[in-house]
């Protein structure tokens, strides 16, 4: 089998991690003779934007779309802002090419210990779904009385019947097919009185269908804190946009940090390509300096294996990040070590190339 | 000197919490001449509503403006949608007597153990000041296309320059008042792109105004993150409504949980009552058990004597709870000990009698 992807390192630690992962598709074809990935690399990042006024060019979309996969290494730079480099090339790919999951595991892997006192791998272990296409982002807003003392901003929150259906069918189906018996929707109907209760309603009529699922609705900030005192009760969460992304950070938090967070930014219909990123950003303040973890790039590699069906591979390739977390010998400076990123890819590699 | 003082036990351990409350307000009296508070209860809940088909009576905040303070215990129970209890009791308060401060302490006390592997009281203690008027809670937005596959939830986050200038200015006023260095709002600009950068651009303005005082504008989930992975990194965070909401009980998290957490929502020109609360919810799980902890409403009334200029009480009160703890021998469930509520605020009290 062959697979196409689109590789698009970006900036800071992105081109840095995404060295690696791009060695990690080269050795997924070497040890498994009928696979192979065709790799192109697109060079959209802020340098990019400085130099032609936008983050990608006209037709960036559409030299995308063919492609089986996208990867992300990281976007954002010093001297663009933020909503700039976001809004011109993360968030028109999840939405044009309907990735409208954001799958982010929260797992504490094997040779890793949780910074929460007395939670190990057995308390940590669940998955969060973001909706990853509306909600809180929405770009729809705008300014009034500019430069006076009444200057406001407003900035709309927009849920659809549509698009919070399929993240919480989504939700219960992933459920379902992996056992898992309870489900959690964060919420806030308590404060935000409108786009919340809409979406507790979803939540309820949705789980009518599911009766073998324990289902709870729980406020954003209550679930925050659990997530620090028992992260234990969950299995699968599902929320917003906003309140995904709050989630996941705080998640990678407890399992680590960011250097080992992966996502995916899912099409299930696989109508559109899914796009695998770290969820860390671009992190101006070590850039350069080659000790960034590839581990978030490379765990993230394997969930898009997962997703291309090729669920062995997937597993091994997750199985060797913590077979040579558990021997410990190498670790980026993030999770106690000295290793440099390269150092931390080729033991990973070498463990792949062993097994 | 004398103070009024407006008590809502309200519903579930509530009224448990809030009795602790009242002898504590009895003993300050006791123990200082010069001083004693007149308490009005008010039976506003959520059985008061399904009486009355409303919150509180029509001329309930009319009934409350002439107190100096606002004492609340919790509101909520099931039954009773939050978005009815919340928006017709807790948030009229609030906005109508312009306690635009919520102020809430994130500071792991003497006797208490963090939940975080290694942090201890030098790493936790900052404050969170929160604004508490607009922003997400904005209760502007509605539905279209009701009861079809096309129906929509649309929520409007308004933030005014003169509600946005107003608790930025506060939180750096109080990183000066208090010799603190660092201000750190939260922000999440890169994701939402017409409020947040808003937000940002009135951060800087005002932080030109304070030199020394070290500004960082941190995105929510980082923030989020960096609460459990480097909670020595702040000492005043200033953020909005929502983000404050779901940051503060987190932080009530890392320093031991929500049964300890206390917050001010504060009218810093006293032109109205302020309301001190803790910010727990009404906890119907474990309601008519007496188990709840009264610590957080304890701290809460510590809170109130500092805002009406009784700091060296204010202190005291604070001391007492930390030398129960630190002699460990009573302890509500949830820090680990067997203590019913009673119990614990009276062998807080005792401490007081004998200070
Ligand atoms: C009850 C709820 C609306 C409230 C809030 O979100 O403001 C509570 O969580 C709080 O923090 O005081
Ligand atoms: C860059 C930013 C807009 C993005 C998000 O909030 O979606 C990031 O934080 C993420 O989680 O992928």
Redesign the pocket.
């Known amino acids: 089998k062959y697979f196409s992807a689109a590789v698009i390192p970006g900036d800071g630690i992105g081109p840095e991690v995404m060295e690696v992962g791009m060695s990690l598709l080269q050795a997924i074809g070497d040890i498994h003779g009928g696979l192979s990935f065709e790799a192109e690399s697109f060079p959209w990042n802020c340098r990019y934007y400085l130099q032609h006024g936008r983050m990608m060019p006209e037709d960036g979309l559409e030299r995308l779309r063919p492609f089986d996969v996208i990867l992300l290494g990281a976007i954002g730079a010093p001297g663009v802002p933020d909503h700039i480099s976001v809004w011109e090339l993360i968030l028109p790919i999840r939405r044009s090419f309907q990735q409208y999951v954001n799958l982010r595991p929260i797992k504490l892997l094997r040779g890793l210990e949780s910074p929460l006192r007395g939670k190990g791998h057995e308390h940590l272990d669940f998955v969060v779904v973001r909706e990853n296409t509306e909600g809180e982002y929405s770009n729809m807003g705008g300014r009034l009385h500019v430069g006076t003392p009444y200057e406001m901003a407003m900035q709309n929150n927009v849920f659809t019947r549509y698009g919070t259906e399929r993240i919480i069918r989504y939700a219960f189906e992933l459920a379902q097919a992996t056992g898992k018996t309870r489900l959690t929707a964060a919420t806030k109907s ?2 935000i009185n409108h786009s919340m209760p809409f979406w507790d309603e979803i939540v309820k009529e949705i789980s009518l269908h599911y009766p073998n699922i324990q289902t709870s609705l729980i ?1 954003i ?1 209550a679930l925050a804190a659990f997530f620090v005192s028992r992260p234990e009760a969950f299995d699968v969460v599902v929320a917003s946009n906003l309140f995904g992304d709050i989630l996941t950070d705080l998640g990678a938090a407890v399992v680590g940090g960011l250097g080992l967070a992966p996502s995916g930014n899912i099409n299930p219909e696989k109508t559109y390509p899914s796009m695998f990123e770290p969820i860390h950003g671009s992190a101006p303040d070590i850039a350069g300096r080659g000790i960034a973890n590839p581990i978030a790039t490379i765990w993230s590699i394997s969930m898009m294996l997962d997703h291309l069906g090729e669920r062995e591979l997937g597993r091994l390739v997750l199985d060797c990040i913590e077979e040579v977390l558990v021997e410990g010998k190498v670790r980026t400076p993030d999770i106690g070590g000295k290793a440099t990123t390269q150092e931390m890819g080729k033991a990973i590699l070498a463990q792949l190339y062993r097994r």
Chains 1, 2 share one sequence.
């Open positions: 308590n404060g406020h900030d």
